[in-house]
């Protein structure tokens, strides 16, 4: 069941220049959210509307809300039960009236030039077979400062691809993309976690191809109460590396040709669970894997094998391990 408020609204007679939706998905972050909103109105590109997507929060984000329409029009309101934010992004662009959507998390911002920047680069691509991509500044909330993270050249199919299943993601509040293009992939609310990467992996495998637009242009606030903090799966929190998992599944189910890599990032990460004698999640990664693999250089035939290394590795001091394995592996 979904509540919108503010449903009719007037925008400036603007008719040459398409309508912008800029979506903001939003779970209790009222102590942000106005920032997030007011960057919006702020933009230099006028003719666009704000569509706060509610994701079932407990704070004020609804009164706050309503406060941001009664000052300007362009701002609405959707309210939906709390299903994630994949669910918030999906229910948001379904709704949307734009014709280009700009994704916005509720406790980041964007540049004042940044829809009118990636706008001007309409004219020498086909917008129904592009996504503009930007790149941006982390805010380092705790630590009082910022630095600029510059975007990879995404050209090369090929190469994008490798760095989506690394996990990387070009943020999706840098993106901008006609709303014909989000028919084409849906965010997975079976992901909590990556569902950028997949999202945009989906896209990919759709045709689409992703345009740079230089300039910083969006805000990316990293506190502690982010979904990730990290792009580093070592640091990421227990669900987040759960998840890392799940989403190696979840493409190379989809995407069989798309194995062989996923395989070899499970590979890496299962050194990684090893290094930090993370048990659980070894089990959980072996149990992906096709057998044979190379560890370490070390050909295993059987999952038994692995288990084995687990068991010395996870026993010993790690260098230690890997001096004895090299005696044992010789009597498997």
Known sequence: MSIETNSLLSFPSLSDFPLVSVIIAAYNREEYLEKAVQSVLKQTFS???????DDGSTDNTRALSEYLMSKDQRVRYLYKENG???????????HARGEWIQLLDADDWLHPDKIKFQLDYIKNYDGDSVVFYCDQERVFEAENRSEAFYEYDCSSKEYVIDKLLTPWALQCNGLLFKKTIAKKAIFDTNLSYLEDCKFELDLLMQGISFIHTPIIGNFYRIHQSNASTYSDVADWKSSS???YIIYYQTVQNEYEHLKPICQQKLLDYL??????????????IINLLDMPVKVYGFKFTKKSQLKFLQLITFNVPFLQGIYNLVRKLKKI
């Open 47 to 53: 003719n666009l509307e704000c569509l706060i997507v």
């Open 84 to 94: 994630g934010l994949s669910s918030a992004r999906n229910f948001g662009i379904e």
């Open 241 to 243: 590396k759960d998840a």
């Open 271 to 284: 050194k990684r669970t090893i290094e930090q004698k993370d048990a659980q999640r070894f089990e959980k």
